[in-house]
């Protein structure tokens, strides 16, 4: 009997094989929805995550001329957290707050929506919809701990008597 030599593959050519699906952005969202809803998300979530994806992708439009999310770099996503942090006009577009605020959204508000990026870009690769994640490499902003909003040690006390 004789054994048939295996044949090599080179590295990151099997990457290079397969094809991965050209989507926009709206098809993404819409798949991501959708898997999303079937797995039990609450609609609220959901609602969120179309209404930060639009944010992201007016945003988009205005700044790059990208068509399809395979096409996201980490550098895009910095530079919309810059914009964020420090063009962003606050409450602009707001239904119900109609006074324009400051300049600059909150740490908080930022990390909220980075954290829907990345749900979607984890959902989207684990899917085998995109090559390559764009958030991996991006992380949440640091801050600062707000101690406003805890209770002393008497007031423990009180709670537990």
Not at 16 to 39: C, G, H, L, R, T
Not at 102 to 118: C, S
Request: glycine fraction near 4%.
């Amino acid at each position: 009997m004789v054994l048939k030599k295996r044949k090599r593959t080179a590295i990151g050519k099997l990457a290079m094989e397969k094809e991965y699906p050209k989507i926009n952005f709206e098809q993404a969202i819409d798949f991501v929805v959708s898997a999303k809803s079937a797995e039990g998300v609450r609609p609220r979530t959901l609602k969120d995550y179309q209404k930060d994806w639009g944010y992201f992708v007016k945003w988009l439009e205005q700044n790059y001329e990208i068509e399809t999310v395979d096409e996201q770099t980490p550098q895009i996503f910095r530079d919309y957290i810059n914009y964020l942090k420090y063009d962003a006009v606050r409450y602009e577009g707001h239904i119900y707050i109609k006074k324009v605020g400051g300049v600059g959204l909150a740490d908080t508000t930022i990390n909220i929506r980075l954290r829907v990026y990345k749900a979607m870009f984890n959902h989207l690769e684990r899917e085998g919809v995109i090559a390559f994640n764009p958030m991996d490499s991006v992380r949440l902003l640091k801050q600062d701990l707000d101690l406003t909003n805890y209770f002393t040690d008497e007031e423990v006390k009180e709670l537990f008597c």
